[in-house]
């Protein structure tokens, strides 16, 4: 298993992005426009910022459909590399104040396509992870599926495919003082559930966990698993799940590029 050093994780996480947004999409581009274009240009500068993170949004919120809707998700990604180009070759040759109003317009357009975006990603979910169906709390045996399994009416114990948190060795199903750390109580709306669980597993990887021989796969596992709970957790709220949606999306974000990092050779 290849393990990188803690100190050395957010270095690498920052070189990592950057090589990896200009290898694989107009991300990269926008970012070297932006310096040529705004050079001095504090109003350029700022706008271009913006730019650059709607493109990201929408680009991560089109990928989290390439599992489920490759089709639809590449006929996305490539409408926001469209509008990306298509804004950086009417830059060219503009004023400071015809270039920023270029930026503002053509952000516009792509907060506009990440809310259809999120539309796909709200029925892709629905439908494919909800069985057009919402979820009840009587739902927990089957709907966690291999997300963990149920302990009586009231308690989850998690199953993640990286278990960051150690059992304690004299551990064996004793009362609340010395129970599993994977272990959840289930409350009511599940959300505050989805709540318990999301704090444990980040707290699992956060900076004061995180050794100098953590490996990164205990990042992207984390990740990955948190991505499919939250989706998991949306079908408990149709009609209100876009934050799940969300949380889906960034973590899944999350996971891709600390995977990036693992591959990558430094």
């Not at 709607?54 to 089709?71: F, K, M, T, V, Y």
């Not at 597993?201 to 990042?219: C, F, H, K, S, Y």
């Not at 984390?222 to 957790?233: D, Q």
Request: contains cysteine; charged residues 25%; proline residues 3%.
């Amino acid at each position: 298993m290849m393990v990188i050093r803690a100190h050395s994780l957010a270095l690498i996480l920052i070189c990592s992005v950057a090589f990896i947004s200009s290898g694989n999409s107009a991300s990269g581009q926008i970012g070297a426009a932006i310096i040529t274009f705004g050079a001095g240009s504090a109003i350029i500068n700022r706008a271009g910022d913006e730019f650059r993170k709607s493109i990201d949004h929408a680009r991560a919120a089109a990928s989290s459909l390439l599992d489920d809707a490759n089709e639809k998700a590449k006929e996305r990604l490539a409408q926001i590399d469209e509008i990306a180009n298509r804004t950086i070759s009417d830059m060219i040759g503009k004023t400071e104040e015809a270039a920023t109003r270029i930026l503002e317009n053509a952000t516009k357009k792509v907060n506009d396509l990440e809310t259809q975006i999120m539309t796909d990603v709200k029925q892709v979910i629905w439908e494919g992870e909800c069985a057009g169906r919402r979820l009840v709390i009587e739902d927990l045996g089957t709907a966690l599926g291999g997300l963990g399994r149920l302990i009586g009416t009231n308690q989850i114990i998690l199953t993640p495919p990286v278990k960051v948190r150690q059992t304690p060795k004299w551990y064996t199903g004793c009362l609340w003082w010395c129970r599993d750390p994977y272990v959840v109580d289930v409350t009511e709306p599940f959300g505050e559930t989805y709540k318990k669980v999301r704090d444990l597993m980040e707290g699992a990887i956060a900076p004061d966990q995180v050794t100098d021989d953590t490996p990164a796969d205990n990042l992207v596992g984390t990740y990955e698993y948190l991505s499919i709970f939250a989706k998991r957790t949306s079908c408990f709220y149709p009609g209100s799940e876009e934050r799940y949606n969300r949380a889906f999306i960034y973590y899944r974000e999350q996971a891709r590029k600390w995977n990036n990092i693992v591959n990558v050779k430094l």
